[in-house]
């Protein structure tokens, strides 16, 4: 997990070994919400999983519910550095290479923070405070998408809706696969991602009589 700079629960800015010390506090959180749910995560389980001290945690965090919001502020962070280097969507091989690749890097994010995700989620849908950074994240990923998709005029879409249409395929499709709701290969969840960015926004997964060129779509495990 990335280091964000931040001050300890005192105010006071952090040196190399407390950001060590608050690091490894950050994972243990992760992990312990990772295995038993944030509602049932308890202080006493972090320490131990850090083999720290409650009077080391408070050094930290306020509280667990800090040290969550925290764990959500670096996810946040990640998410929106790779969002800063989405690439163009055009209807090109390379534009298609260029996006498999960053939706690649989507899902290894998404995998690697899966049990924050998910917790960030039920605290948004809950209304509790961690949650309210969601609405951010999607908002700058939906913008910068919408900014980067070169749309033929004959589709006849607004950016904006193809964009927020398009963001939400691609998280809930990682979310599914992430809890193992959905049974597919890594390789089948990128190729039908980028499948269908290209027959919404291209035309290009059927001819002029509608029928479809090929069954790219759920028929391929590899590129």
Not at 65 to 89: K, M, N, S
Not at 160 to 175: F, Q, S
Request: net charge negative; charged share 25%; glycine share 8%.
């Amino acid at each position: 997990m990335a280091e964000a700079p931040i001050a300890g629960a005192d105010g006071r800015a952090l040196q190399a070994r407390g950001h060590k010390t608050r690091l490894r506090l950050l994972n243990a959180g992760a992990k312990v919400i990772a295995d038993q749910g944030l509602h049932a995560a308890r202080v006493d389980d972090i320490v131990k999983a850090a083999k720290s001290s409650h009077g080391t945690f408070y050094l930290y965090f306020a509280s667990k519910d800090d040290l969550f919001e925290q764990l959500v502020e670096v996810v946040a962070t990640e998410i929106r550095e790779l969002v800063a280097e989405l690439p163009t969507v055009s209807p090109t091989d390379e534009g298609r290479a260029q996006l498999r690749h960053w939706l690649e890097r989507f899902a290894d994010l998404y995998e690697e923070h899966g049990p924050v995700i998910r917790a960030w989620t039920e605290a948004e849908l809950s209304g509790e405070v961690a949650g309210h950074q969601g609405d951010a994240v999607l908002g700058d990923l939906v913008g910068t998408l919408a900014t980067r998709l070169r749309l033929p005029r004959r589709a006849g879409l607004d950016p904006g809706i193809a964009a927020l249409a398009l963001v939400t395929l691609v998280e809930r499709l990682n979310y599914y696969a992430n809890t193992r709701q959905l049974r597919a290969s890594r390789d089948e969840l990128l190729d039908v991602m980028v499948d269908i960015f290209d027959a919404a926004l291209f035309d290009r997964g059927s001819d002029a009589n509608g029928t479809p060129e090929d069954s790219r779509i759920g028929s391929r495990g590899t590129t």
